[in-house]
């Protein structure tokens, strides 16, 4: 599987949109790229995933880049329920997801 | 609402104990794994099941053993505990075709070897 570069950290303001990048330039044609996020001492959730076309539903969008090197999560109206360690992950025909140190988010008031 | 559940928040044991963690899913899928979550190495994965009976080992599956004798339950077995096992521990579950399917994640079990 792909490899993904995250930031460590952002800050975001209550209300507003966070636009979490995440870089995947080794992706290959046949792997998604999911986003799960982690709310402390809770279980990874899933939040969206997509191959090549932006995609949206009820919790984000995503956004893939034309050549899918790239990509970022769009959380319209960040909550402060949002503050969570969010994390990028490239998938193939492997079952398994392989989790880096993803993004740790904070909404602030 | 579907769910993922562990049968344990947080467990203590001695060193040397058999320890034996629990997870059931009730959405009918095919996959389940079991994962480990320690600060600063991540989620790793220890074993998956893509059908009863049926397991393979994932990254660090030394000292730990599965059991999936029906298709909604998962168990991950500690055959001798140590301090080293110490950690949360994630039951997880997909349809069969994964690729095209998120995880369901439980929320977990914290395990202390003492």
């Known amino acids: 599987d792909a490899k993904t570069t995250q930031p460590t950290s952002m800050d975001c303001a209550e209300g507003r949109a966070a636009n979490l990048p995440c870089n995947h330039s080794?992706?290959?044609?046949?792997?998604?790229v999911y986003w799960y996020r982690q709310i402390h001492s809770q279980g990874p959730q899933y939040i969206i995933h997509?191959?090549?076309n932006n995609e949206t539903n009820e919790m984000a969008s995503l956004i893939i880049t034309e050549d899918r090197k790239s990509s970022t999560l769009i959380l319209p109206h960040a909550t402060l329920r949002d503050t969570a360690v969010y994390y990028c992950?490239?998938?193939?025909?492997?079952?398994?997801?392989?989790f880096g140190a993803g993004t740790t988010v904070t909404v602030r008031a | 609402d579907v769910k993922v559940t562990q049968s344990s928040r947080y467990l203590v044991k001695r060193t040397g104990e058999k320890v034996f963690l629990e997870c059931v899913q009730d959405?009918?899928?095919?996959?389940m794994f079991w994962y480990r979550q320690d600060p600063g190495l991540g989620l790793r994965l220890i074993y998956f099941?893509?059908?009863?009976?049926?397991?393979e080992k994932g990254d660090i599956p030394e000292g730990y053993s599965v059991s999936r004798e029906k298709k909604e339950r998962f168990s991950l077995i500690l055959e001798s505990a140590s301090t080293n096992q110490t950690s949360m521990y994630l039951c997880?579950?997909?349809?069969?075709?994964?690729?095209?399917?998120?995880?369901?994640f439980g929320s977990g079990t914290r395990l202390t070897v003492v």
């Open positions: 997880a579950s997909s349809r069969s075709h994964g690729r095209l399917y998120g995880y369901t």
């Open positions: 080794t992706i290959s044609g046949n792997e998604y």
């Open positions: 997509g191959l090549k």
């Open positions: 992950i490239v998938r193939g025909n492997d079952y398994k997801l392989s």
């Open positions: 959405m009918d899928h095919e996959n």
């Open positions: 099941s893509y059908d009863v009976k049926m397991k």
